[in-house]
């Protein structure tokens, strides 16, 4: 395949046949989860001229997805066509985060008890369209077809599909939870790609994490790998469930309460020292971004300050920000959501405060 500058590639062919590429400028919102990229992936996807791909990267981890090794069209669709186990799981035991929107639909063809749901129906589609499924099928009719190439020759064509499927717009903007920690692999993939880091005050931020059950997970993961003597949460298998005491075990089985993770005492300061691991390790991914090709956004001033930054992000994007664009999305934020830590006691603050600051500190250093 052969590439001319971002938002000008050229379509070539392979074995014979055309190959569609990417002609839309790319943008990666990235951020450490509960940063309020929900809120921006919604007033994105109000903008007439984005594309808003909401959660991709999130529903598909698997390393080898943004890898360079070449895959086949069925071998790439399967990335994104399998249930994702994790997400399957929590949809199962009735512990759906907010963000998980395809079991809300009144007509669905998946189920996670059953079929399970293709990793790109649970987020990134409904985001799209009240009817995912047929895209859906759209979509594999296509993608299953596609030559053997490099996964990011794969990504692209996919997000040229989507942006062709609806309506062709001048931006395609794809943004997920906890991606900070990608944008080493998204930067290799997509070096002319555009990357906004959006960011929310340490405390307030910790204290989200503290009330959604996917990150209450992460520092249960730890525990229970420590416990095992295993260097990394994803060495864990349902064997090790023998190590483990009774409050935990379950969590390495198909079958758990999720009351067992929601009503577990967790110390608000984890959360504050892995919000301050995330960004200390994602700034510097960040660093390899050329200076122009990055910007970082405050959700605390996009609430404060909405027409400005939104212009802003706008102009940076590479779109126009209309004015009805900009008046839909200031009424979509919701500047109740500003100063949960404020909630907490003198002594909770605290120390909240202390484990945050290694990444108060980053972010400072990183204007």
Not at 73 to 91: D, H, K, Q, V
Not at 215 to 240: D, K, N, Q, V, Y
């Amino acid at each position: 395949m052969c590439h001319g500058p971002l938002g000008k590639r050229l379509v070539v062919r392979s074995n014979g046949r055309k190959v569609r590429v990417l002609n839309q400028k790319l943008t990666f919102v990235v951020g450490t989860g509960r940063c309020g990229s929900t809120a921006l992936s919604q007033v994105i996807n109000l903008h007439p001229d984005v594309l808003s791909v909401n959660e991709l990267f999130a529903s598909i981890p698997d390393s080898k997805a943004l890898a360079e090794a070449p895959l086949s069209g069925p071998e790439f669709w399967g990335y994104l066509s399998r249930p994702n186990a994790a997400t399957n799981s929590l949809i199962k035991k009735g512990a759906i985060p907010p963000e998980f929107l395809y079991h809300r639909l009144p007509k669905r063809r998946f189920d996670a008890r059953t079929t399970g749901i293709p990793a790109v129906s649970v987020m990134t589609l409904p985001h799209l369209t009240d009817d995912p499924d047929t895209v859906f099928d759209e979509l594999e009719s296509e993608v299953a077809s596609w030559p053997t190439r490099r996964p990011a020759d794969h990504w692209a064509a996919f997000f040229a599909t989507l942006a062709a499927r609806f309506g062709n717009p001048g931006a395609v903007v794809e943004r997920s939870g906890m991606s900070l920690g990608r944008v080493t692999d998204m930067h290799r993939a997509f070096p002319e790609a555009r990357f906004v880091h959006l960011y929310r005050e340490g405390p307030d931020c910790a204290v989200s994490m503290s009330r959604h059950i996917s990150f209450r997970m992460l520092p249960l993961g730890w525990e229970m790998a420590i416990r095992c003597g295993l260097e990394s949460p994803f060495e864990l298998t349902p064997e090790h469930a023998a190590q483990l005491p009774p409050d935990l075990a379950p969590l390495l089985g198909d079958e758990w309460d999720p009351a067992l993770v929601m009503d577990r005492p967790i110390p608000l300061p984890a959360f504050g020292g892995l919000w301050s691991r995330m960004i200390e390790d994602g700034l510097r991914r960040l660093e390899a971004v050329p200076a122009a090709q990055r910007t970082a956004l405050s959700y605390e001033t996009l609430l404060e300050e909405p027409e400005k930054e939104l212009t802003r992000l706008a102009e940076f994007i590479g779109v126009g920000s209309p004015r009805d664009w900009v008046d839909a999305s200031t009424a979509l934020l919701d500047g109740d959501r500003r100063g949960a830590a404020q909630e907490l006691s003198d002594e909770e603050s605290a120390a909240l405060l202390e484990s945050c600051k290694p990444g108060m500190l980053a972010l400072a250093a990183h204007p």
